[in-house]
Nanobody, 123 residues
Framework: QVQLVESGGGLVQAGGSLRLSCAASGRTFSTYAMAWFRQAPGKEREFVGGINWSSVTHYIDSVKGRFTISRDNAKNTVYLQMNSLKPEDTAVYYC?????????????????WGQGTQVTVSS
């Protein structure tokens, strides 16, 4: 069983930055693919980006060049650095994990989820 705990959300003005963290339990964290999803009010949860076991990253087009995902296997933590934030980035952000090395965009493929952290970007 893996437990995920996100932190770092908050309120920021457009153009600002936030860094989200996701701390994971478990001794096999380094072999897991990790992903960030987000869900805005009235919308479906969507894949934002992910990082595989060898730190290869994938992003949706709308965040490329603005968001960066990284992982620290020694700390069992994955990060989402968000720069140049826009009001349309406002959502609850979720960390997810799957015990397979590659990242996929389908949320059903991730058995482990954090509780979510709110990110609000004001215009």
């Amino acid at each position: 069983q893996v437990q995920l705990v996100e932190s770092g959300g908050g309120l920021v003005q457009a153009g600002g930055s936030l860094r989200l963290s996701c701390a994971a339990s478990g001794r096999t964290f380094s072999t897991y693919a990790m992903a960030w999803f987000r869900q805005a009010p009235g919308k479906e949860r969507e894949f934002v980006g992910g990082i595989n076991w060898s730190s290869v990253t994938h992003y949706i087009d709308s965040v490329k060049g603005r968001f960066t995902i990284s992982r620290d296997n020694a700390k069992n933590t994955v990060y989402l650095q968000m720069n140049s934030l826009k009001p349309e980035d406002t959502a609850v952000y979720y960390c997810a994990a799957r015990p397979i090395i590659n990242v996929v965009t389908n949320l059903a493929a991730y058995p482990y989820w954090g509780q979510g952290t709110q990110v609000t970007v004001s215009s």
